[in-house]
């Protein structure tokens, strides 16, 4: 909420990565077969015991400067089996739903006064946060923590349909990931489709693919034989994106390799939503527990860098991280998000119990 207030007012060697790998006990998955037919685009995820969790990235290539002290310590975790959607959920899915219910999305909504004291009457307009780049090459730090400000915008009329402004459109879209999507609207979604928003260790046990301590979710290489096997930033962030891997902006589902559960994009594309509430010492607190038996986070969200303002977690990165900035597309790392905010690059994919 405090930035949309604002704005509306090389592979890893393997020396390195048995250093990387080193605070990960083994994998035990398990049973492999589910207990039924797999409802359409999902997948099986057998669940088992597993170390969760991100080594500190610095120590890799294109692990960023980032610590990530949030994602650790590393510990036990179990889960139970579970499906998954094999892709983030689609514009033409998200379409289905709101022609069958209605729903209008919070970007849809004009903004209440109320959250957002001293913002102009005529700013409190329906609208979402768009990646703007700016023109010319930008500090991506300050002291002040508000240099991303430089590449987001608020946008009137942006929205999961609209996902630039006005006058854009999802028209030949269908199978891009629905963006622009708050936490209630992913919620909404899941809770019309039968299914429901992952947990935070349900999502990373299933990115992981079976594989114990792998950086990514497709093993330990960024890129491997140099194929490229998520879509990220590639070139200067924010200002020059060569779309090397095929993508400047969100890429169709499917467009890069399945992990070993056969789910697609778990890395980069869009950032996805869980369920648990973010605070930064909650693996602290579980670690303290032993082995956590289908954990669902806290009760309640703090982020010391924006108190007050109430985050569920967010994971999986989008093809705005780079090493340069918010290299979350490890497959350990966490993000957080503002619950009434959607961006140009947030999404989302559902679960089900069998």
Known sequence: MMLLAALVSAAATPRCHRAWAAEFEPTV?????ASGPAPPGMAW????????????PRRIPFGGDD????????????????????????????????????????????PRPEDFPGAPAENLVPGSIVFTPPMDPVPLR??????????????????????????????????????????????????????RLPTEAEWEFAARGGLAGAAYPWGEAFRPQVAWMANTWQGRFPVENTAADGFAGVAPAG?????????????????????????????????????????????????????????????????????????RYLVGSRGKGEISSGTSHIGFRCVKKP
């Open 67 to 110: 610590p990530m002290a949030d994602a650790r310590p590393i510990h036990r975790v179990a889960v139970s089996g579970f499906w998954m959607d094999r892709h983030e959920v689609s514009n033409a899915e998200y379409a289905r739903f709101v022609k069958e219910t209605g729903y209008r999305t919070i970007a849809e909504r004009p």
């Open 142 to 195: 300050d002291a002040a923590g508000s240099a991303h400000l430089r590449w987001w915008a608020y946008v009137p009329g942006a929205c999961w349909k609209r996902p630039t402004g006005a006058g854009s459109t999802i028209d030949g879209r269908d199978n891009d990931p629905v963006v622009h999507v708050a936490y209630e609207d992913a919620a909404a979604f899941a809770t019309w489709s039968g299914k």
């Open 255 to 327: 467009r890069f390799p399945a992990n070993g559960y056969g789910l697609f994009d778990m890395s980069g594309n869009v950032w996805e939503w869980c369920s648990d509430w973010y605070r930064p010492d909650t693996y602290a607190r579980d670690a303290r527990l032993g082995t956590v038996k289908n954990p669902r986070g806290p009760a309640d969200s703090f982020d010391p860098q924006e108190p007050g303002q109430p985050k569920r977690v967010q994971r999986g990165g989008s093809f705005l991280c780079s090493d340069q900035y918010c290299s």
């Open 29 to 33: 998955v398990g049973p492999t077969a």
């Open 45 to 56: 995820i057998p669940g088992g015991e597993f170390s969760m969790g991100c080594s500190d």
